[in-house]
């Protein structure tokens, strides 16, 4: 990427560790976020060329009469069929890249720039990423957190985070790490960082 954009730093942490909580800090300091998940919602309901590729390969069930990207569908037939969700990843990864893009074009100005994603590897590992922010938190701070949230049972959020890389795995690629955990202020480590990445 051009030398005069600013910096992308991503951020990441497992299901109910707050990263949407620290990004919402750093916007406080007017740093554009970009929220991949959300995006990649968006772009598979309203890109009309994703949306052709997705029926390509599973077919137009993988939409609702009102024209929604059917998750619940989605998710039911890509779980457990590896070969599936990689070619739907394939499909929808390079939408969300280029949509990234052109938000980072968009937002050229700002000292730097925070892109959240669930999924993440290292900086520089096939992204775009100068530094990788990890935010932790307690196993069961973050099943409460997601109880309280989503309603969704105990057992169910365990099976998210089985699911996930583990905190240990996901800390070996951070370059900072946000404790999270309702006992170390957070506020104090974000402002550090924000000074820190600022410059």
Known sequence: MNTTLPKIIGITGGIGSGKSLICKIF?????????????AKLLTTQDSILKEKIIQLLGSEAYTTAGEYNRAWVASQVFGNVDLLKKLNEIIHPAVRQDAEKWVFA?????????????????????????????????????????????????????????????EERNKFADFIVENDEKTPVIPQVLALFESLKS
């Open 27 to 39: 916007a406080t300091f007017g740093i554009p976020i970009y929220e991949a998940d959300t995006q």
């Open 107 to 167: 937002n050229s100005k700002a000292p730097f720039l925070l892109y959240e994603a669930a999924l993440m590897k290292g900086a520089g590992d096939g992204n775009f990423f100068q530094k990788v922010i990890v935010v932790n938190a307690p196993i069961e701070l973050r099943i409460k957190r997601v109880k309280l949230r989503d309603g969704r049972s105990e057992q169910a959020i365990r099976d998210i985070i089985a699911r996930q890389i583990s905190d």
